[in-house]
């Protein structure tokens, strides 16, 4: 995602906007439904965590393009997708740090038992 964000800042392209709406509108909607499925069970075991938090992060990527995509062409700027690249990068960063810190935690207790 970073690495996206930088060939952007090298290569200023402004995306179509119809097809970003497009897409992260089926994207979003398959999003919710998996968040929907998840959502009762995020708290059962690590993997199921990870798995709802990474479909949790995909309805906010989903969100974040449909902004770009409007804030893009209203403004007629590749700034919005470029903003909203970090964002995500960092919501996606956030989740995988807590999953590896819990992962770990679940390691080590796991190794303790035995």
């Known amino acids: 995602m970073l690495a996206e964000v930088v060939v952007?800042?090298?290569h200023p392209v402004v995306r179509g906007v119809e097809a970003m709406e497009i897409v992260g509108a089926i994207a979003l909607a398959a999003s919710l439904a998996c968040v929907s499925l998840l959502y009762g069970?995020?708290?059962d075991n690590l993997n199921v965590r990870s798995t709802w938090l990474c479909s949790r992060n995909d309805v906010i990527a989903n969100l974040g393009v449909l902004a770009a995509a409007g804030a893009g062409s209203m403004l007629a700027s590749r700034w919005p997708d470029i903003v909203v690249g970090?964002?995500?990068?960092g919501v996606f960063l956030r989740s995988a740090a807590a999953v590896l810190i819990d992962g770990s935690r679940a390691f080590?207790?796991?190794?303790?038992t035995r």
Do not use: N, P, Q
Not at 86 to 89: D, E, F, L, M, P
């Open 8 to 10: 952007k800042l090298r």
């Open 86 to 89: 970090v964002v995500i990068a």
């Open 41 to 43: 069970y995020r708290s």
């Open 108 to 112: 080590r207790l796991a190794g303790s």
